[in-house]
């Protein structure tokens, strides 16, 4: 066997940035991968969302672990195994992108994150729409 087949990185296998992808196609890629969370591998839905996680986010959330730990946290587990979603519209000013999201979770709470995506500048994620920040929000329910 040939030494370079053991240079394989499960996390290529992973769904991956591209330039063609609009930013509400990141934010559902992101939501519908943690629904799943653990299909077809423990975490493997947390995977899917660091990878769209903008470097500048990495940089604050990562490694893979720590950002394991934080959508762990009570403040993002929702996401997790969530049983409904609504998309609100998404809001596109040139290089940046906001999209407010309701998620009904496991537990019955409904709850609402604002997304916010950037287009990147640089290699090797140049033109693709990565998420900068998932922030949980209190909304009035009768100004949707």
């Known amino acids: 066997m040939d030494g370079d087949t053991m240079n394989f990185n499960a996390d290529d296998l992973l ?23 653990d299909d077809p591998e423990p975490d493997y839905g947390i995977r899917v969302a660091f990878q769209f996680a903008s470097p500048a986010n ?37 290089t940046e992108a906001q999209q407010i999201v309701t998620i009904m979770s496991a537990e019955g709470e409904t709850i609402h994150y604002v997304f916010t995506l950037s287009r990147q500048k640089l290699p090797p994620y140049m033109g693709c ?16």
Not at 17 to 33: F, G, N, S, T
Not at 133 to 142: A, G, K, S, T, Y
């Open 129 to 144: 729409w990565m998420t900068d920040n998932v922030l949980r929000i209190d909304l009035d329910e009768d100004a949707l």
């Open 58 to 94: 990495r940089a604050v959330t990562g490694p893979i672990d720590r950002f394991i730990q934080l959508v762990r946290n009570p403040i993002y587990t929702p996401m997790l195994n969530w049983v409904g979603v609504e998309y609100g519209p998404i809001n596109v000013m040139d």
């Open 15 to 37: 769904p991956q940035p591209i330039p063609e992808l609009p930013p509400q196609m990141v934010v559902k890629i992101q939501l519908e991968a943690l629904q799943k969370n």
